[in-house]
């Protein structure tokens, strides 16, 4: 049995016992509990716990999910009417106050004298301890009536609008948490489904761009090719097997960018002069793979000229709580498709640190002199 339906039933057994003890405290007459062992002892006293029952959970289990929740007013109103007419008819704490009236009055002395008694003295009824003599008793005292001549039992009237009062507010408000329960799944859902979207993106587009890059090693025998296919297939191991979840060691993405940035510096040639640096303990550190690729695929596609010379600059450093990335390079021949396309990734890319880093990421692009720079914070 879980937790919550244990203190559920805790909880409903509670409110039980607090039901079933109205009579008693209310019908209590002081100085003697013989009149609370009558009640106890009478059909009728369980027969008022099982009326409020069938109202409490007829209510919460059926008329409240299957017809108020279902926009069904007027048959509610017909089911709650119909329960009230059966209170009506019962009229369960009625019964318990007729008893405790018998009890009573069994208890009173008879009003005869006795049998050789004088005649002439005038003996009064001794009242039961705890019961006002000014009072009528519960047979001589006027009773409210309903239009059909039958007494109205107030006391349980009142007890049965709080009872279905109570019902409804606790099947409503557990059926909203549910509902709500059940958002924020499909949203946790829709998170990882968009999420396992944007990397099958991200990892096919990286892949094609390194594999061009072997090919043109090849074409022109380049000695380093081998190497190449070398760091390659460390990068593919890291895409295809470590980014299954939403996270990866910080360890296999620095070195996945490493290989990654010397398969670039291969086809760059001295033109291009590539500053990577890491600063800080990356042990035990983690980070959404693939989540600084973006940028760096970036930096290269756009930031390296076959006729200009330039510096691209990549820095990661770490601290105990924090990880800030920084790249700059230089702009040439960003075309309007280029920069559809790079809107695409830095979207995409957004959109996975707003899942996984919601509220805990600064990120700020900068496109100013013909300068891309890149600055990221993550949470460590």
């Known amino acids: 049995m879980s937790k919550i339906k244990a203190i559920s039933i805790i909880l409903h057994f509670a409110g039980w016992v607090m039901l079933m003890a109205i009579p008693l405290i209310f019908l209590h007459r002081g100085g003697s509990f013989d009149g609370d062992i009558v009640l106890?002892?009478?059909?009728?006293?369980?027969?008022?716990?099982?009326?409020?029952?069938?109202?409490?959970?007829?209510?919460?289990?059926?008329?409240?999910?299957?017809?108020?929740?279902?926009?069904?007013?007027?048959?509610?109103?017909?089911?709650?009417?119909?329960?009230?007419?059966?209170?009506?008819?019962?009229?369960?704490?009625?019964?318990?106050?007729?008893?405790?009236?018998?009890?009573?009055?069994?208890?009173?002395?008879?009003?005869?004298?006795?049998?050789?008694?004088?005649?002439?003295?005038?003996?009064?009824?001794?009242?039961?301890?705890?019961?006002?003599?000014?009072?009528?008793?519960?047979?001589?005292?006027?009773?409210?009536?309903?239009?059909?001549?039958?007494?109205?039992?107030?006391?349980?009237?009142?007890?049965?609008?709080?009872?279905?009062a109570f019902s409804t507010a606790i099947k409503t408000i557990r059926e909203w948490l549910l509902t709500e329960q059940r958002a924020a799944r499909a949203e946790a859902d829709k998170a990882t489904a968009e999420l396992s979207f944007l990397k099958a993106q991200i990892n096919p587009h990286f892949l094609f761009n390194t594999m061009n890059n072997i090919y043109t090693l090849v074409l022109?025998?380049?000695d380093h090719a081998a190497d190449s296919v070398l760091r390659l297939s460390k990068i593919m191991r890291y895409v295809t097997e470590d980014v299954t979840g939403n996270f990866a060691p910080l360890q296999r993405e620095v070195d996945c960018i490493a290989s990654y940035i010397e398969l670039q510096r291969l086809r760059t040639g001295n033109l291009t002069a590539v500053n990577f640096e890491v600063d800080g303990d990356i042990d035990g550190k983690q980070i959404a793979p693939l989540l600084l690729?973006?940028?760096?695929?970036?930096?290269?596609?756009?930031?390296?000229?076959?006729?200009?010379s330039t510096t691209i600059q990549i820095k990661l450093v770490i601290s105990e709580t924090a990880l800030y990335f920084y790249c700059k390079n230089r702009i040439?021949?960003?075309?309007?498709?280029?920069?559809?396309?790079?809107?695409?990734?830095?979207?995409?890319?957004?959109?996975?640190?707003?899942?996984?880093?919601?509220?805990?990421?600064?990120?700020?692009?900068?496109?100013?002199?013909?300068?891309?720079?890149v600055q990221l914070t993550l949470p460590t």
């Open 40 to 164: 106890l002892q009478s059909p009728d006293y369980w027969l008022f716990g099982l009326t409020f029952m069938v109202v409490f959970y007829s209510n919460a289990y059926f008329f409240v999910p299957r017809l108020l929740l279902r926009k069904k007013h007027i048959f509610f109103g017909i089911a709650v009417f119909s329960l009230f007419f059966g209170v009506y008819c019962i009229r369960p704490f009625d019964r318990l106050l007729h008893i405790r009236e018998k009890e009573d009055d069994s208890r009173r002395p008879n009003n005869r004298p006795p049998f050789n008694g004088p005649g002439n003295v005038n003996y009064q009824p001794v009242e039961p301890p705890g019961r006002n003599p000014n009072l009528p008793s519960y047979r001589d005292r006027p009773l409210s009536r309903s239009p059909f001549g039958q007494p109205l039992d107030i006391t349980s009237f009142f007890i049965f609008f709080t009872v279905i």
């Open 220 to 222: 022109t025998r380049d």
């Open 293 to 308: 690729m973006t940028f760096i695929e970036n930096v290269f596609k756009y930031g390296v000229s076959k006729h200009e």
């Open 332 to 373: 040439f021949g960003l075309s309007n498709g280029d920069n559809h396309s790079t809107g695409i990734g830095i979207k995409n890319t957004r959109k996975r640190l707003e899942h996984l880093y919601t509220g805990r990421y600064l990120l700020n692009i900068s496109n100013d002199n013909q300068e891309y720079i």
